[in-house]
């Protein structure tokens, strides 16, 4: 049965510890915190019940009124066996049974990811997609414009709940009801909710998590997940999709047994929410696959970087880099550095923790970083009439199901200025570099700049300078670097149980392994309590 409910401060780790239930209750006196917090509204997951979806809710106003491009409805619509033989008949080097079985053999754990890509040339001229990053709760649904015969049980919500997440729950059998747990992005996630009553006929409770929440909705006890509803019950959870994205390992752990939760938290630790880790995983990966003539291209990456050792990377990569922390997301933590003045603001910051990494400079033809024979430079979009181009990205979103992989949804954003001949000077340097569009207000608060959207419509697509092919080697890029981490995932969770003492050899910042280790004493004293009740 669901535990008792207990104080905000038990709820805030997930269930009570044994030293606070030794103490008298008589002689608890509140603290001044405390008494602020219960004059406070108590928050608690909604219900969300089927034939509720409302495309106009859970889109964009300006994907509502675009029409897709033909040229990417076509690509949506490949199969893996096309897409296969397309690009092995551009890359004869590449074995196209390899190919084949990449496309088409689901993930274990990372089975719903998204990927941003650069569009890049060389000196030689040869034009390349490469992975920037991979993201394992990505957003992307609300911006993707509707095919002309679009119905509102036909999104593409309802297709990567039906592709990847359903038969996953079926499969799994718990007790329990439906749940989407989310810290952002209020638009798409009450949107998957919508769509999975739709699909489980079913109400599902959607329950916002975050991570500075003293008193959350949602808990994990006794290895399952519960959320709070409106009269202050708990429910617990067989399954839910999650889109918790401020370091969620230290509110869930990486085993739910009574709980599938999609996507695991392992996805995260293992690069889908960490930079260090996941070039690490496609190294291991590329190691494997380079004789099938497959490998994830990404900027020369330094991994394992102390604070002190940045001004010395950033001056052998020729005075141009770019230094990420390697556990943030949405474009916080991210420091394009071409002047000495941006130098000396990050290293005048405070960080949260001790390692970073260091990455070639994708800029102009002028001022990219050159280092080990490698320089990239970005192809932009196609020249305005000002003669002006910008820096540009693409997320690529797909899904894992029993017959492999395809592609959820695409958009594309632009750099707020256009690149110049030259370095930028001062701090000018993430205006033209920069594509994110989110904007953090504060902890926990967000907004988006979607002026920089480019949609993958008529009109926005064609400025991106992009074809078929552009788009199949980002398809195949995304799904390398997805099955590179899954296999990371993999190797961390042998038996079903998370390898701590292999993670910190991996990534050995104790900062991370901190927080890894509070989630995890969430889970223990869970269990604790779950036992005694």
């Known amino acids: 049965r669901p535990p008792s409910q207990s104080s905000s401060a038990s709820l805030r780790t997930g269930c009570m510890s044994s030293a606070a239930q030794s103490k008298p209750l008589a002689m608890s006196v509140p603290t001044k915190q405390q008494k602020e917090q219960k004059d406070k509204p108590t928050t608690f997951a909604r219900i969300v019940a089927p034939d509720s979806f409302e495309i106009e809710a859970h889109y964009y106003n300006r994907v509502l009124n675009a029409q897709r491009h033909p040229l990417v409805e076509s690509f949506m619509k490949l199969s893996n066996k096309i897409i296969a033989a397309r690009y092995c008949h551009l890359h004869p080097n590449t074995d196209e049974k390899a190919l084949k079985t990449l496309l088409e053999t689901p993930r274990e754990y990372f089975r719903w990811s998204g990927a941003d890509l650069f569009s890049v040339t060389d000196n030689n001229g040869k034009k390349q997609m490469i992975v920037i990053e991979t993201n394992s709760c990505p957003s992307g649904n609300k911006s993707l414009p509707l095919m002309a015969d679009s119905v509102e049980k036909d999104s593409n919500y309802h297709k990567l709940l039906m592709h990847a997440f359903w038969p996953q729950v079926q499969s799994f059998k718990g007790t329990g009801a439906l749940a989407v747990v989310y810290d952002k992005n209020d638009m798409e996630n009450s949107g998957y909710a919508a769509a999975l009553a739709d699909i489980s006929e079913e109400k599902v409770y959607i329950a916002k998590w975050k991570n500075d929440d003293p008193d959350p909705p949602a808990k994990i006890c006794g290895g399952q997940l519960f959320v709070r509803d409106e009269n202050m019950h708990w429910i617990p959870i067989r399954a839910a999709y999650r889109y918790v994205t401020q370091q969620p390992w230290a509110r869930i752990p990486c085993a739910t047994p009574k709980t599938f939760i999609f996507n695991p938290i392992i996805c995260c630790l293992a690069g889908g929410r960490n930079k260090m880790c996941a070039d690490k995983a496609y190294e291991f990966w590329n190691h494997k696959n380079w004789k099938h003539g497959l490998s994830v291209r990404t900027p020369v990456t330094i991994r394992d970087v102390c604070?002190?050792?940045?001004?010395?990377?950033?001056?052998?990569?020729?005075?141009?880099?770019?230094?990420?922390?390697?556990?943030?997301?949405?474009?916080?933590?991210?420091?394009?550095?071409?002047?000495?003045?941006?130098?000396?603001?990050?290293?005048?910051?405070?960080?949260?923790?001790?390692?970073?990494?260091?990455?070639?400079?994708?800029?102009?033809?002028?001022?990219?970083?050159?280092?080990?024979?490698?320089?990239?430079?970005?192809?932009?979009?196609?020249?305005?009439?000002?003669?002006?181009?910008?820096?540009?990205?693409?997320?690529?979103?797909?899904?894992?199901?029993?017959?492999?992989?395809?592609?959820?949804?695409?958009?594309?954003?632009?750099?707020?200025?256009?690149?110049?001949?030259?370095?930028p000077r001062g701090m000018e340097s993430w205006a033209q570099l920069g594509t994110n569009l989110s904007i953090k207000l504060g902890e926990n608060k967000w907004d988006t700049d979607t002026r920089r959207l480019m949609l993958m419509d008529s009109r926005d697509f064609n400025k991106l300078g992009l074809g078929l092919d552009d788009l199949i080697d980002a398809y195949i890029q995304t799904i390398s670097a997805v099955t590179a981490i899954d296999n990371m995932a993999k190797e961390l969770m042998k038996g079903g149980k998370f390898d701590r003492a292999l993670y910190a050899s991996v990534n050995n910042d104790q900062s991370l392994l901190d927080e890894i280790i509070e989630g995890d004493e969430v889970e223990a004293e869970s269990d604790l309590l779950s036992s005694r009740s």
């Not at 949260?352 to 990219?368: A, P, T």
């Not at 540009?392 to 899904?399: G, I, Q, T």
């Open 307 to 423: 604070k002190k050792e940045v001004p010395i990377w950033i001056k052998s990569m020729g005075g141009c880099a770019v230094v990420k922390n390697p556990y943030s997301n949405a474009g916080q933590g991210v420091y394009t550095i071409c002047s000495e003045q941006e130098l000396k603001s990050f290293m005048d910051e405070d960080h949260r923790y001790d390692k970073f990494i260091v990455q070639s400079l994708v800029g102009n033809h002028e001022w990219s970083s050159d280092i080990k024979g490698k320089k990239y430079y970005h192809t932009g979009t196609v020249p305005n009439r000002k003669g002006e181009t910008f820096c540009a990205d693409l997320r690529l979103m797909v899904c894992s199901g029993k017959k492999g992989f395809k592609v959820v949804s695409m958009y594309a954003r632009r750099a707020a200025k256009a690149l110049t001949k030259k370095a």
